[in-house]
């Protein structure tokens, strides 16, 4: 009777366990079977190559994903050029300097913004930034690549902060006290000794702030305009790839062209996301001196 | 630990200036983590003020009105609630049942790394490719059509990261001697798990459940296109019916509204009380939280 029942468990543990790998492996599948209608029509090259989105056309239409993939960089290096600054050196301030009771303080806060529903930043995008830029530069409307770089910077936020501050924490004591015996200040040991001991983890911890820029759809959807065009500065509006499957995704034709090119985006964005995020979990992983 | 070994130096000019240098650079440090202060209390600040006038018991108790530039947000209220139990009821069992796996049955070495390293990289999954996934699979391919199922189960996949590494935690805490204790008496694994492991865990897999809960309920990308609907004239009746949802509706207030500046209050109360649900929810996690590691940490 019990044997039964202990095996009976078992297996469906098992099963638990099997099925995680299943569904990341079923989302890759979906993507790749979805996708491949239109790649064995089309390829991959026009998609790839300079053009315009365009599956409305009458006679022919277009899918390329080009400029939406240029948007997509756009506002991710944006996010990223004040997000990891802002987010390694916060980090280094709770992990080496902050007295207990601010890091009691602060670690909830970040929390907290990490829990913000990416449409209320979206919102508070469309109306507090927004009209705050198109002051700021004289332009008629604030929905720009700027905009989404901002807000998904504030997005990415946490993750760098939250990430760095572990690996930073994580660096043996010892380091610190070297550095100290041998006369060093703390501001020469956190900048010296402790954050470059952290590299990897500091590394790993942007690129998963990345990927999370990357892949983030309602916030830009909201903020920047969608324009289909090329973007000649972070003053234009621009489509990103995300927002480009969530604009498109409520009235496609099921089994269209058109439905299968969204998957090719899909799968794009999972392809790019899953090597930034494979690369961070090998910098953490990989770790021998702050592992021991 | 960081003040032990500091030997105070002879005091001389160079010194002082060192060290007033050094002081400057950390108050530049504290500045940037004031700055994230400051930018949470801004985004609280201006939807708290400007949300706080339009919530009332109408709001909440009504549905939409007139086109939906008047009247309340009860439909997608109730939508939220529906389509977060159907995530939870798909999430919560599979993710503690593969902690489960991972943390009591399983050998580790290379399948559990495989395991562990599929749930990281589904966390890092974009929440659009989730609505992809949903559409093909849950809506298309099973047949459930726009439903709360199809997006309960979409949403159900998004959080189980969530899920399976709060349940993970949970089970580690349960200190060793408990499991060797029980297997010494001759209890079987499964009974050690049932009797001795679960209870203990209890209240870290209720954390992670609520976490997710947040999680699910603030997620727009994955029901796009699994379920939510712009306006319903009725409540969803079966798992098999279209709904509204907090989210979304924020997003189509915000953006697709015909007459966006009429409805904008609207759109200000929505986003106000879908903020309060999920900092509510994460902020009862963290004090679940804190309250279990504490009790972990004295030992009891």
Known sequence: MHSISEKVMKIIF????????????GILFTL????????????????????????????????????????????????????????????????????????????????????????????????????????????????????????????????IITLAEDAITAVPKE????????????????????????????????????????????????????????????????????????????DVVFNSIHFHALFVAGLLLFAITFLVNLLADILIHRNPEVNK | MKTDLVIEKPSSKAHGEWRKMELAGYWALRF?????????????????SKGAGVINWEFLSQPPRVGMTEGGIFPAIV??????????????????????????????????????????????????VFGLFGMAVFVKFFGFGPSLIAAGFTLGLLTL?????????????????YRAGSFALGATRWQVVRTVVLPRALPGILTGTIL?????????????????????????????????????????????????SQVRPIAYGTALVLLLLVCILNLAAVLLRKRYRDRVAKGL
Request: hydrophobic share 55%; proline share 6%; net charge neutral.
């Open chain 1, 32 to 159: 790749l079977s979805n996708s491949w209608p239109a790649l064995r029509e089309m390829g991959l090259a026009p998609f790839i190559t300079p053009g315009r989105w365009n599956p409305g056309a009458y006679g022919e239409p277009t899918y390329s994903l080009f400029n939406m993939i240029y948007g997509t960089f756009m506002v991710t290096v944006g996010a990223l050029v004040f997000a990891v600054p802002i987010g390694v050196a916060a980090a280094a301030y709770l992990a080496e300097i902050a007295a207990p009771w601010e890091r009691e303080l602060f670690k909830p806060i970040v929390e907290v913004l990490a829990g913000i529903p990416s449409v209320v930043l979206g919102f508070f995008g469309l109306v507090v930034i927004a009209p705050l830029i198109s002051r700021i530069f004289y332009i008629p409307s604030g929905i720009t690549a700027l905009n989404g770089a901002i807000l998904v910077g504030i997005m990415a936020l946490p993750t």
């Open chain 1, 14 to 25: 098992l099963i638990c366990g099997l099925a995680i790998i299943f569904f990341l492996a």
């Open chain 2, 79 to 128: 939508g939220t609630f529906y389509v977060t139990l159907i995530t939870i009821a798909f999430a919560v069992p599979l993710g503690v049942g593969a902690a489960i796996y991972l943390n009591e049955y399983a050998v580790q070495g290379r399948f559990t790394r495989l395991v562990r390293m599929s749930l990281r990289n589904l966390a890092g999954v974009p929440s659009i």
């Open chain 1, 175 to 250: 380091y610190r006290n070297a550095s100290l015996a041998l006369g060093g200040t703390r501001w020469q040991t956190i900048w010296k000794v402790t954050v470059p001991a952290a590299f990897s983890g500091i590394t790993a911890a942007s690129l998963l702030g990345m990927g999370r820029a990357i892949g983030e759809t309602m916030t830009v959807l909201m903020v920047t305009g969608n324009m289909i065009a090329w973007p000649e500065s972070f003053l234009d509006s621009v489509r990103t790839l995300s927002a480009n499957i969530a604009i498109d995704i409520g």
């Open chain 2, 161 to 177: 990261p969530v899920t399976v590494t709060a349940a993970e935690e949970a089970l580690i805490t349960v200190p060793r001697a």
């Open chain 2, 32 to 48: 940037t983590l004031v700055l994230v202060l400051f930018i949470l209390g801004v985004i609280v600040f201006d939807i708290v």
């Open chain 2, 212 to 260: 997710g809960l947040a999680r699910a309920a603030g997620e727009t990308a994955p029901i796009l296109a699994t379920g939510a609907a712009f306006f319903l004239p009725h409540l969803p009746d079966s798992i098999r019916s279209q709904f509204m949802a907090l989210p979304y509706h924020l997003f189509i207030m915000a953006t697709q509204h015909h007459s966006i």
